[in-house]
């Protein structure tokens, strides 16, 4: 069971567009939520991450929406480029097991010219 | 150049012949731990190590081996591989800590027949 839903599965978006990737969590021990891009051939990178005393950070063209009481988090991609083509994983940290991340089930993006 | 390094990139093989996949980093760092990727269900621990001859069991540790008896790497052992093994497989490395950022390797295919 996953403890971190992550939506829509599949993304197309056109040159110039906003992606908006959903995530959902029902563990409130989560301490830590970091978004993980990755390209086919590699493996994750981190992209951008957020804690949930915060409800929005911003780098560059990324941001993150954080609602706690909602339990939910969102990842914006403004003014989308192909080169953002990617799969984008968003994940929780859980500290009481060392460093342990949860993942959601990962969202194939492409951004169209 | 920071890195985690996995070998063998690509492996085919069949049920029960045991196997080993090898992960080292070169970052120092404290904490490491494997995941594997299946469609759909993004990335799931199998085990984690916070430190040398430390090691403990992720969320689908069944069929796996670990040991970390250097700092530096952290092989994943298939005693007996089956066909529900055939995965895409990460090693990551990180400095211990909520907020650290888990480095990934590229990552092993394994097919097991």
């Known amino acids: 069971q996953q403890q971190v839903k992550q939506s829509p599965q599949s993304l197309i978006v056109q040159k110039g567009g906003i992606s908006i990737i959903n995530c959902a969590y029902e563990?409130?021990?989560?301490?830590?939520f970091p978004w993980y891009q990755q390209f086919p051939g590699k493996g994750p990178a981190l992209l951008i991450a957020?804690?949930?005393?915060?409800s929005e950070k911003k780098e560059g063209r990324f941001t993150i929406s954080f609602n706690k009481s909602a339990k939910q988090f969102s990842l914006h991609i403004m003014d989308s480029q192909p080169g953002d083509s990617a799969t984008y994983f968003c994940?929780?940290?859980?500290?009481?097991?060392?460093?342990?991340?949860?993942f959601g089930g990962g969202t194939r993006l492409m951004v169209k010219p | 150049e920071a890195q985690v390094t996995q070998n063998p990139r690509y492996l085919i093989t069949v049920t029960g012949k045991k196997l080993t996949v090898t992960c080292s980093q070169n970052?120092?760092?404290?904490?490491m731990s494997w995941y594997r990727q299946d469609p759909g269900l993004g990335l799931r621990q199998i085990y984690y190590?916070?430190?040398?001859?430390?090691?403990d069991k992720g969320d689908v540790p069944e069929g796996y081996k670990v040991s970390r008896k250097e700092k530096r790497n952290f092989p994943l052992i298939l005693e007996s591989p089956s066909p529900n093994q055939t995965s895409l497989y990460f090693c990551?490395?990180?400095?211990?800590?909520?907020?650290?950022?888990?480095?990934f390797g590229d990552g092993t295919r394994l097919s097991i027949l």
């Open positions: 990551a490395s990180s400095n211990d800590g909520s907020n650290q950022p888990q480095h």
């Open positions: 563990n409130t021990a989560f301490d830590y």
């Open positions: 957020i804690r949930p005393d915060v």
């Open positions: 994940a929780a940290h859980y500290n009481n097991a060392g460093n342990m991340l949860t």
């Open positions: 970052m120092n760092h404290e904490y």
């Open positions: 190590s916070m430190n040398v001859e430390v090691t």
